[in-house]
């Protein structure tokens, strides 16, 4: 839970400012900058596995949460996702703002956020079910469970002993998979109109 809290909120918060940035802000490189998002978006995680995880370790943060934190904290994926976005925003309402002399921070929380919503919440959820799933670098880094999330802790439990109590497993599974369950169906219309959002016009 704290894995999943810390790195939701990082990667939402981070994603919709950098999308502000790339689209809103005028700065030399913008487009060079953007193109290394869409860079990241195409390399697996799996591939960098070795070499975060000898950094880590070197920094003596195996074991912590923080070691299992940081790597996971990438945002390229909302930057895309929320750039895309501010780009369908109505021209006419972001100059009207401009016009009345609203500054970056007016217009960001008065006027984009207010019309993002929707895809903020498809954003939000995608982020919370990604890292609440998240399992390849928590294995690596929890050496105890302590700071190991659920899925992990599955894992150690059908491991215990060689002997697999499946009673426990079947419980983890079911808390495991309530909170996000809970979660999409109270905002599934909000996701699915938010991913949606600039497919259909008129």
């Known amino acids: 839970m704290v894995i999943t809290s810390v790195l939701a909120v990082v990667k939402f918060t981070l994603g919709v400012l950098s999308a502000y940035g790339l ?35 070197g920094w003596g943060w195996r074991g912590t949460f923080l ?4 790597p996971l904290a990438g945002v390229a994926f909302g930057t895309f996702l929320m750039r895309n976005h501010f780009l369908s925003l109505p021209a006419e309402i972001i100059e009207a703002a401009r016009m009345d002399g609203a500054g ?5 929380f008065r006027v984009v956020l ?6 903020m919440v498809a954003f ?3 982020t ?3 890292e609440w799933n998240e399992y390849l670098w928590p294995f690596l880094m929890a050496d105890d469970a302590s700071v190991a999330p659920l899925p992990v802790g599955l894992t150690r439990l059908q491991n215990n002993e060689g002997l697999t109590d499946w009673g426990p497993v079947m419980a983890g ?12 169906l109270l905002l599934q219309r909000h996701m699915i109109k938010g991913l949606t959002t600039g497919a259909v016009k008129g």
């Open 128 to 130: 919370i079910v990604n």
């Open 104 to 108: 970056h921070a007016r217009l960001l």
């Open 23 to 57: 689209v809103f802000l005028r700065f030399p490189g913008k487009n060079l900058l953007f193109l290394l998002v869409i860079s990241a978006l195409m390399v697996p995680n799996q591939v960098t596995v070795i070499s975060n995880y000898a950094l880590v370790a």
């Open 67 to 70: 070691g299992i934190i940081v």
């Open 114 to 119: 207010p019309l993002s919503i929707p895809t």
């Open 173 to 184: 599974t079911v808390l495991t998979m309530v909170p996000i369950l809970v979660v999409f």
């Open 124 to 126: 939000a959820i995608i």
